[in-house]
């Protein structure tokens, strides 16, 4: 097991990306093969270990889960999806409420700061102490001027100004109290620093990185590409164009045949039948069932039945359906799916199936965790090898969606 971390780290994740303007909520929108939400879940996985909160917009929590898994590797465990507010300070006090107790440190960073290196997460965090909070900080270059409408009015001293960045880190208590009397108050501020100050508390600064920079427009999200690009050897032309990997509902189709010829009774559909001659096969025979795993495994990705179950296997030698039903469904919740439905056809001209129907599917769900499974049947008019009464035939096909 893990160690319980004292630092948790709150990715605010929930912004609708207006100004970018690419069709998805901003932490979505890819950047090469990884959406804008992977690189900065990269980034802070590569810190030190701590909790670790992702605030998706609603709607889009299981993407967010799926990126937070693939980001998180053995550390999946730390990590938790909730969902964002109307504003960025609601989905700062949403990511808030999920603490652990242990918690005594918090950090809160904007996943459009993608590309901040862990090495400033990690400073930030082991800057954090008593009742300061701590603001990584870039010195403003530009030479900045005083106006009045389209009148140049003075110079502003730049020695005085910082470029704030993320994560900003807290002491957990006072930054709770900080957000409770700020959304009391029903003030909107523009950071978690300024909120912090508000509440009568101290924020020194420390030094931020370039790459710690916001992705807010197009050009942002091109300089982000052109960085990957250098790290990479990808040209930022070929970044643009990668495919950023489906986080939606996936579906797969599954087959099986066997025939008639085993011994003991038919094993079909996840039911024994009396005086109906065996499938032959490795396991029991059920066709139906080994279609159904072959379509949920495609649909995961992971791989077919010969792999998991075949003659390589002698453990499920004779084995029925709720057996592989649920060895399969373990397999993809590992992975990070969960399953949608499942429909499945098997073609032959006996067992007559319209009487159980119902009750196979009652057992194949249950094998399924509940999971919603609908059989059909044909005799194929006689046609084939099903027909001929030779043996079934079965096709599958599942949806899966990210967990």
Do not use: C
Request: hydrophobic fraction near 45%; avoid cysteine; charge should be negative.
């Amino acid at each position: 097991m893990l160690p319980v971390p004292d630092t948790a780290i709150i990715v605010v994740a929930a912004g609708s990306g207006t100004r970018l303007d690419a069709g998805a909520p901003k932490a979505f929108v890819g950047i090469d093969s990884h959406s804008i939400l992977r690189h900065a879940l990269d980034g802070v996985f590569a810190a030190a270990p701590a909790q670790v909160i992702v605030v998706a917009p609603s709607g889009f929590e299981g993407d967010a889960e799926t990126e937070l898994r693939a980001a998180a590797g053995d550390r999946a465990d730390l990590g938790k999806v909730v969902t964002g507010g109307d504003t960025r300070q609601r989905s700062v006090a949403a990511g808030l409420d999920a603490l652990w107790g242990d918690v005594t440190r918090v950090l809160v960073h904007d996943a459009a700061r993608a590309l901040t290196p862990p090495e400033v997460i990690d400073a930030v965090a082991a800057a954090i102490d008593g009742e300061i909070g701590i603001l990584p900080t870039l010195p403003v270059v530009d030479t900045l001027k005083r106006v009045d409408g389209d009148a140049v009015v003075g110079p502003i001293d730049r020695s005085e100004l910082a470029a704030a960045q993320t994560p900003q880190g807290f002491p957990r208590a006072l930054l709770e109290a900080a957000y409770e009397t700020a959304l009391a108050s029903g003030v909107e501020y523009t950071d978690d620093a300024a909120l912090y100050a508000a509440a009568g508390h101290g924020v020194r600064q420390i030094p931020g990185s370039a790459r710690g920079f916001k992705i807010t427009t197009a050009a942002d999200l091109e300089r982000a590409r052109h960085l990957l690009a250098a790290v990479t050897g990808v040209s930022a032309e070929a970044s643009a164009a990668a495919p950023v990997p489906w986080s939606g509902p996936r579906v797969g189709l599954g087959t099986d045949v066997h025939a008639f010829g085993g011994g003991g009774d038919l094993w079909l559909a996840g039911l024994e039948w009396p005086g109906e001659p065996a499938l032959s096969g490795h396991s029991d025979g059920d066709a139906v069932a080994h279609a159904i795993v072959d379509a949920l495994l495609g649909a995961a990705g992971l791989g077919d039945i010969g792999e998991h179950f075949g003659t390589a296997h002698p453990e499920y030698a004779g084995a029925h359906a709720e057996v592989f039903l649920a060895r399969t469904r373990e397999l993809l919740e590992e992975s990070g799916f969960a399953i949608g439905n499942v429909s499945a056809q098997f073609q032959g001209n006996r067992p007559r199936f319209s009487a159980r129907r119902a009750e196979a599917e009652r057992v194949l769900s249950a094998a399924l965790g509940g999971a919603p499974v609908s059989i059909t049947a044909t005799t194929t008019d006689g046609l084939g090898f099903p027909g001929r009464g030779e043996g079934i035939a079965v096709t599958a096909v599942a949806m899966v969606r990210p967990r």
